[in-house]
């Protein structure tokens, strides 16, 4: 089969992993919520977020270092959608998406309580990339529902029905099924 040549969007061709809700707090105290799918695991403690320079989540992290991650899961596609609107700092997204906040155990920012997993992070450093900053952050606790751990104790994201958005920007969403054993 012919392979076409491209020059341009080359990173909607790799795509596959959950899309997540970044909790932050707005200096007012208010919960900000933020959808995220450009990210990637950097070690076994940290992960690297792309995130928009003027959006609130970069601007609370960066005054309070705090944030939580929280994954999508097929139920919650839409409260995810909520949260990636733009939503003056003088409302909460959680509010708007029907959402709950749950206290974290190591940093101020709650979790949401429906995501079945949530990772309580730190800001370790960042690197400028065009509009976004590459935001390094160091993982501290995380929570998860017993019943979605893998083997392997992560997250089993078929079980989870972890939503991967495959059309960025659109919403194009689904789910991952049929996973399998190359050998």
Do not use: W
Not at 60 to 79: F, H, M, Q, S, Y
Not at 159 to 171: C, D, F, L, W
């Amino acid at each position: 089969m012919a392979k076409k040549y491209l020059t341009r969007g080359l990173s909607r061709l790799v795509r596959g992993k959950p899309v997540i809700i970044i909790t932050t707090l707005h200096q007012s105290g208010l919960v900000n919520a933020g959808t995220f799918g450009a990210y990637t695991n950097l070690s076994a403690t940290e992960i690297g977020l792309a995130i928009g320079r003027p959006s609130h989540t970069y601007q609370n992290i960066k005054r309070t270092g705090e944030l939580v991650i929280n994954v999508v899961t097929r139920p919650l596609a839409l409260a995810a959608e909520i949260c990636a609107e733009e939503i003056p700092a003088t409302e909460s997204e959680l509010d708007k998406a029907g959402l709950h906040p749950e206290p974290a155990r190591m940093v101020k920012v709650p979790l949401i309580r429906e995501c079945p997993v949530n990772i309580e992070a730190r800001f370790l450093k960042e690197m400028e990339i065009g509009y976004h900053n590459l935001v390094v952050v160091r993982c501290l606790a995380g929570h998860i529902e017993e019943d979605l751990l893998s083997e392997d104790g992560g997250l089993d994201v078929v079980k989870a029905e972890a939503v991967v958005n495959i059309g960025y920007p659109r919403p194009l969403y689904a789910v991952l099924a049929n996973p399998f054993l190359a050998r």
